[in-house]
């Protein structure tokens, strides 16, 4: 079985400065992965996903990810972080068959004034 | 509009009772699954349906049980066999290569 881990539990950060969220798994085999964000009490909505191909993956607000086979890892980064961004982010790694997917313990965000 | 909806929004439940949260999805995605989350824990995997009527336990499936009779509907009830059931559930599809969540129910055990 996959495992993802998240290093950083909570990340505090200035409006406008630069973010980065690590993320790791375990496997080395075919893996589809995924970065989602939550807000409070809501569910979880994708930010960006890497199935195959470029391994720099861009997604929605101003988010990317770098997908490093050979380090197993895909860190979240954005050059500029806005109050919004304020959230708890995820990493979820599934197999190429997609039976299951697997979720990091989670990163709080957390954007200052 | 296309989506998952979890209903209710809130749940409160008596402790031994037995309790069924409602998932629908109208994606005509073939698979389903079912999450708890806890604080600090991420997402565990409680169940999950590749297809109608077949469902396979995950990584907590203890004290809970689901169905899958129709594809749009993945119900899963939580029995007074859950030792501490007060969390948060997520319900997601997915087509085979990307998961759809819905909002989530928070149930509490009073």
């Known amino acids: 079985a996959q495992s993802v881990t998240q290093l950083d539990s909570q990340v505090p950060v200035f409006e406008e400065a630069p973010v980065e969220l690590r993320c790791n798994y375990s496997s080395s085999v075919s893996v589809y992965l995924f970065w989602y964000v939550q807000y409070p009490n809501q569910g979880l909505q994708l930010l960006l996903k890497?199935?195959?191909?470029?391994?720099l993956v861009k997604g929605i607000n101003g988010f990317e990810a770098e997908f490093n086979k050979s380090q197993t890892s895909f860190h979240l980064r954005k050059p500029s972080v806005h109050i919004s961004d304020t959230a708890e982010y995820f990493c979820a790694v599934s197999e190429d068959n997609f039976n299951k997917i697997y979720f990091g313990s989670g990163t709080k965000l957390n954007v200052k004034p | 509009d296309g989506g998952i909806t979890q209903s209710p929004k809130y749940l409160f439940r008596k402790e031994g009772q037995n309790v069924t949260l409602s998932c629908e999805q109208n994606l005509n995605h073939d698979a389903m699954y079912w999450y708890r989350q806890d604080p600090g824990q991420g997402l565990r995997l409680i169940y999950y349906s590749q297809i109608v009527n077949d469902f396979q336990k995950g990584d907590i499936a203890e004290g809970y049980s689901v169905s899958r009779e129709k594809k749009e509907s993945f119900p899963l009830t939580v029995t007074s066999a859950q030792k501490n059931p007060t969390a948060f559930y997520l319900c997601?599809?997915?087509?085979?290569?990307?998961?759809?969540f819905g909002q989530g129910t928070r149930l509490t055990v009073v």
């Open positions: 890497y199935l195959s191909g470029s391994t």
């Open positions: 997601a599809s997915s087509p085979g290569y990307e998961a759809f």
